[in-house]
């Protein structure tokens, strides 16, 4: 008896391992990871199917469904503000414009004001002012909320905003913030916050999602004034932490209609954090004199698309006379890598800008495996000295740049929630273009003989670190 019922459960196993090969075959977004996840399957089920039902979920199917079909609740709403949105469209006559707005499935909105903001203290002093501003609601988002000195003033500007009559919404990533202590969020909630853990794996039927992540970071006040960027909170984005030393980002502050994008990505991940759909203000607001385009890209593995990648590789494309791009997590997919060694052949300047000191270990040595190739095409890939480098930004040309939190790598092309600002203004591409001059200026650059010259076993470790990328 007991040897059947052993054989039975060895048959179950390796049939579940069977028809998730045959999920694997129909879903997986590339073709690599297919045939990884199909031979793992049908060979070892019994390690790959719980590995595959926790890592290999190619879309986040909760995410999709509880957007809905158009005649529910938030669908209506915005087809009401979008209306409100049509004396603000800009026109893009350019095609390369075009291509982001399809991407978004958001508009070229005119009449914003974009500023720049570098580093930590201009970063938060900007983000704390504008909460103390707050008259009506303050939408709060973070990838990263630790429970230290700057965890404690984001708190204090909260709970005054709060006392003040202005609803707070907060949302976390349920990951990134695991180690947020209970006490910290009662506190919040305690003194009137809305507090709410973003949970990808919420609900029995989705409870194996867990290796997506809401990596946004977003801050919208009264619907007018919008912030995103590079910046979690926590005193090592100040520069306070002994391991990382200083920390180089960058954060962009928004005015202008181009805030009711930001305002929608939030709107809608807090519905799917709590069900509820919240009472915000969707009138745009301009008080700029010399305004300018911008598009906000929400990017996430609800997306029918692969947003964030394509993104990318549009910029890529688009570019006819420099790319420079920076991102603390270089691993991009292959098709990523062709683009950047043929616009290097182009005669395009493509600058990669990445740390010279990691904190992710395996994605520092995964780079090493395709550097030497992209390398020998032109690529100029550069490693920042000073400290710790965080910032995710694109300059195309002297005419667009985009500041938001998508890092190169497949985490936030395919499993990570993001957000993207895409502006197409010479002014400001002129700000970036001198910001990453300075920055420049602060890397050595890495040459061909430097990685090809490395030993025979930094270059195996660096080929078995890459085999983890679809999962870093």
């Known amino acids: ?10 048959f179950l196993v390796h049939l579940l391992g069977f028809l998730s090969a045959i999920l694997a075959l129909l879903s997986s977004r ?47 709403i915005l087809a009401r503000y979008r209306v409100r949105l049509e004396p603000f469209l800009a026109d893009a006559r350019d095609p390369d414009v075009r291509a982001v707005e399809q991407l978004a499935m958001m508009p070229l909105t ?25 008259r009506e609601y303050v939408l709060i988002q973070f990838f990263i909320v630790r429970n230290d ?35 910290y969020l009662h506190e919040l909630r305690g003194g009137g916050v809305e507090v709410s853990p973003f949970r990808s794996s919420r609900g029995f039927k989705h409870r194996f999602q867990l290796n997506f992540r809401n990596h946004r970071k977003i801050l919208v006040v009264d619907g007018d004034v919008g912030w995103l960027g590079g910046f979690n909170i926590g005193v090592e984005y100040l520069g306070q932490h002994p391991r990382h030393g200083p920390w180089r980002d960058t954060h962009l502050k928004l005015i202008g209609p181009s805030v009711l994008g930001l305002q929608e990505a939030f709107w809608e991940d807090w519905h799917w954090a709590t069900g509820d759909v919240i009472n915000l203000r969707w009138e745009p607001h301009v008080t700029c ?7 906000i890209v929400p990017s996430g593995p609800a997306d029918r698309q692969e947003t964030a990648s394509l993104l990318v590789q549009h ?11 920076t991102s603390p997590y270089f691993v991009p997919d292959q098709g990523v890598q062709d683009a950047l060694r043929l616009a290097a ?51 195309i040309d002297d005419s667009a740049a985009s500041v938001g939190t998508v890092n190169l790598d497949n985490r936030s092309f395919r499993l990570n929630f993001e957000i993207t600002a895409f502006i197409p203004d ?32 930094s270059k195996l470790i660096s080929r078995a670190a890459y085999l983890t990328a679809p999962i870093q």
């Open 1 to 10: 008896m007991a040897s059947w019922l052993f054989g039975l459960a060895i």
């Open 30 to 76: 590339t073709s690599q990871g297919a045939v990884a996840w199909i031979i793992s399957l049908v060979t070892i089920p019994y390690l790959a199917v719980p590995a595959y039902w926790i890592f290999g979920r190619p879309r986040f199917y909760g995410y999709v469904s509880a957007r809905g079909e158009r005649d529910t609740v938030l669908r209506r």
């Open 110 to 134: 005119s009449g914003n004001q974009a500023e720049l903001l570098i580093d930590g203290k201009a970063t938060f002093d900007s983000l704390f002012a504008g909460i103390d501003a707050a």
């Open 149 to 183: 000195a700057l965890g404690h003033r984001l708190k204090d500007h909260l709970l005054q905003a709060s006392q003040r009559g202005v609803r707070v919404y907060f949302l976390y990533d349920e990951v990134g913030s695991r180690k947020l202590a209970e006490g």
């Open 289 to 295: 004199e010399e305004c300018q385009n911008v598009v």
């Open 315 to 325: 910029a890529i494309h688009s570019a006819h006379e420099r790319l420079w791009v």
């Open 345 to 395: 052949m182009r005669g395009v300047d493509v600058r990669i800008m990445i740390p010279e000191h990691p904190d992710h270990l395996l994605i520092y040595l995964s780079a090493f495996s395709f550097l030497p190739d992209m390398v020998r095409a032109g690529v100029k890939v550069y490693r920042y000295q000073p400290g710790f480098l965080h910032q995710k930004v694109i300059l």
């Open 426 to 457: 010479r002014r400001f591409a002129a700000q970036v273009r001198l910001m990453l001059e300075r920055d420049f200026a602060d890397c050595r650059r890495i040459s061909y003989d430097e990685l090809e010259n490395r030993p025979l076993w």
